[in-house]
């Protein structure tokens, strides 16, 4: 078993870096420094529950998820993957979304029937 704060330092840069994200953007999206963010993902520490969960939803995950041993196994690894096409989709102006929308649920509609 892996110490709790190095799991939660590991997941954080997996998180991160598997959504696309930099340090900065991540540090803005939680409300926090750049140089907290660093320190989270470099430094043996105590983090509050309030910095994780600050943290947590700057990556958009559930705060338990940064406890996880297994987040970086392959099934995770596609839901980040998912998760950083989601994202990229936010980007998108309201009407693209939508067509987005249409697609992915025709997409999921054929893959029903094979």
Do not use: H, W
């Not at 991160?16 to 520490?45: H, I, K, P, W, Y």
């Not at 600050?54 to 705060?63: H, M, V």
């Amino acid at each position: 078993m892996s110490n709790s704060n190095e799991v939660i330092r590991r997941n954080i840069r997996f998180v991160r870096t598997s959504l696309g994200m930099t340090q900065e953007q991540l540090a803005f999206a939680s409300g926090m420094t750049t140089a907290c963010v660093s320190r989270l993902e470099r430094v043996n520490g105590n983090p509050t529950v309030q910095t994780l969960d600050q943290i947590a939803d700057g990556l958009k995950l559930q705060t338990m998820r940064l406890f996880d041993e297994d987040l970086m196994s392959p099934e995770n690894r596609r839901l980040t993957a998912l998760q950083r096409s989601f994202f990229a989709a936010q980007e998108l102006p309201a009407e693209r979304q939508e067509e987005l929308g249409l697609l992915i649920q025709n997409y999921i509609s054929l893959g029903k029937l094979f």
